[in-house]
């Protein structure tokens, strides 16, 4: 691994300090090297602070360091004036001689202009260290600007069996597939992503909160497919605790493919990363629609015998994992 290589992937590790905080922004790292030291590091503040850039540079107590200084940033700063200056004209401004960059913002408010503005005024950029997992990182972003549409995870638990639910149960509440572990890495997964939705009969049947109680961190918009607006107001998904974008059928049109709308509302809202909890029906349009980017599916101890089927897919594995008496699969849509 080159020395290059090495910071950026240093700037990959602490952007992720910003996941579930920066959205709808990238959520970007940044590190400063002098003298074969890094001197300084910074990630992306929550939106509508600092970017990684910024919070890099102002951590440098002594700002004569920069002018012999290399900055390292996983996405190409930026060119443009939002909630704050651009990045790179900060960086011209510090004269930091040599900036190294994991991928170029694709934005077509950036898409290149900032690595322009930096080589037009002198700067020493390079471009393309760790692009690929770089890319990765930025996952959500690039989804959004490039497929016009969220990141959508698909996320669901089912039997040894195959199934996802009973066919009926005594009480308005989950049935359990997975155990505690499982549901509290869920909690974490909701934290990190802007928004989370389910259809109208896990609304209800289950009765979910779909709010973050087993984890730190801030709660999703919920979003909810109810076509004829059946659902009482009393339910869980309702409650002040988050906002709630309720689907009906005065906002698309159920006899048209469901998923390109629904995508294409959360993209004019700025949403760019989206949890579907279910159900299998919920599930199971989008894959048909083929609108998901990543699989997170949990496979219980437990038999039903017979319930509701969980939804079809083909996709590659990328990871398996114990949790204890669960298997987690998560598969990457090609």
Known sequence: MSIHESYIKRCIAIAKNGLGITRPNPMVGC?????????????????????????????????SALKQATLYVTLEPCSHFGKTPPCSDLIIKHRIPKVVIGCIDDNQQVAGKGIKRLIEAGIDVTVGVLEDECKQHHK????????????????????KDGFIAPKSKAKQEPVWITNQYSRQLVHK??????????????ALE????????????????????????????????????????????????????VGIQICDILFQKNINSLIIEGGAKTLQTFIDEN?????????????????????????????????????LNIYNND
């Open 206 to 257: 289950d009765n979910p909160s779909l709010t973050v109680r087993n984890w730190t961190g801030g709660n999703p918009i919920r979003v909810l497919i109810d076509s004829s607006n059946r659902l009482k107001k009393h339910l869980n998904i309702f409650t002040s605790e988050a906002e709630t974008i309720v689907i009906d059928q005065n906002i698309i049109d159920f006899s048209k493919p």
């Open 140 to 159: 959500r972003f690039f989804t959004f600007h490039n497929k016009k549409r969220p990141y959508i995870i698909l996320k669901w638990a089912e039997t």
């Open 189 to 202: 997964w909701r934290a990190e992503e802007q928004a989370i939705l389910v259809g109208t009969n896990t």
């Open 291 to 327: 609108l998901w980017d990543e699989a997170r599916v949990f496979v219980g101890d437990s038999i039903f015998k017979n319930g509701i089927k969980a939804p079809k897919f083909s996709a590659t594995l990328l990871s398996q994992t114990k949790l204890q008496n669960d298997l």
């Open 31 to 63: 590190v400063i090297v002098a003298n074969n030291k890094i001197i300084s590091e910074g990630f992306t503040s929550a939106y509508g602070g600092n970017h990684a850039e910024v919070n890099a540079i102002e951590a440098v107590k002594d700002k």
